[in-house]
């Protein structure tokens, strides 16, 4: 199926067939029905009507929608604003399909910026609104809400009474109970050859994310462009290949990785070891594998 941009899977170890068929078909509307909430490119979601109210007034919000947009805000304070859902001023610069490339101006690049501020986004938990303070700043939550949507599916899944299952949702992987009695086991592939892993993790009951500039990409004058911008400069972030970070929630394991991946390896894996129940490996624009203590020693 594919939602969000992208393909899920889900696997339910169970014999259960039909009634595993119904709560996975549950699950995918859950994710279909976040999808429509918080896309920002349907002028009818709540997230576009943040966007379009930027710098008039505060747009109403459902208390879900604060949840994830509060979740997105500790997360950029976390990583020194490098996870920064107001990225999409200078995001929307960059077209990662258009052939052939090309790469904006210096003048649209330094503009946009001017509209980048995870602070200049107000919540009020009181009135249940979101304000971007000024005209033209614009947020997205494609580094978080796809997370949000894994974790929502998963509770979905649970509720329909199965303990054993994973969901896939194109490098947000969650997982839950066991596989025929095992632990799961979570390859993470080779950011420069998609036919290998560079580790296999054994897991249970919890979340898998990665970020990885293989994901969209251009290749320009032999240097490669990747969609994870650095919302300092509006630039592409060119010192990781690809973060996996783990922990017991997707949408958390969603922004952190693309944070710690803005941050780069020494920032980064010093952010990963201070957080609680998180563990996470780097790969550095030179191939260097970075991975936390704890998980080094599995």
């Known amino acids: 199926t594919v939602l969000m941009g992208t393909q899920f899977f889900n696997d339910t ?51 879900e929608l604060m949840t994830v947009l509060l979740e997105a805000q500790k997360i950029a304070t976390l990583t020194e604003g490098k996870f920064d859902i107001t990225y999409k001023g200078a995001g929307a610069l960059w077209d990662f399909k258009k052939n052939p490339p090309s790469i904006p101006s210096t003048q649209e690049i330094t503009k946009a910026l001017s509209r980048i501020d995870h602070t200049k986004l107000l919540l009020d938990t009181t009135n249940q609104t979101a304000f971007l303070q000024e005209v033209g700043m614009q947020i997205g939550l494609g580094g978080i809400a796809k997370g949000y949507a894994v974790d929502r599916a998963m509770d979905l899944i649970k509720s329909n009474g199965f303990n054993h299952f994973a969901i896939n949702a194109g490098g947000d992987l969650a997982c839950r109970g066991r596989k025929n009695g095992g632990l799961w086991w979570v390859g993470i592939r080779d950011p420069r050859d998609a036919t290998a892993n560079i580790a296999i993790l054994p897991v249970s009951n919890l979340s898998v994310v990665t970020s990885g500039d293989y994901e969209r990409f251009f290749t320009l004058n032999k240097k490669r462009y990747s969609h994870i911008l650095d919302p300092d400069t509006g630039w592409p972030v060119d010192h990781c290949q690809s973060v996996t970070v783990m922990t017991k929630s997707t949408s958390a394991a969603d922004a952190i990785a693309t944070g710690v991946f803005v941050l780069g390896p020494t920032k980064g894996l010093a952010l990963l070891e201070s957080l609680p129940d998180t563990e996470g490996l780097i790969i550095d624009a030179s191939g260097t594998l970075h991975v936390t203590k704890a998980l080094q020693s599995q």
């Open 13 to 63: 170890a169970t014999t259960e067939t039909n009634k595993a068929n119904t709560a996975i078909d549950i699950a995918f509307a859950e994710i279909k029905r976040i999808e429509d909430m918080m896309t920002d490119w349907d002028d009818h979601s709540e997230v576009a009507s943040i966007n379009k109210l930027a710098g008039i007034r505060p747009a109403k919000v459902s208390p």
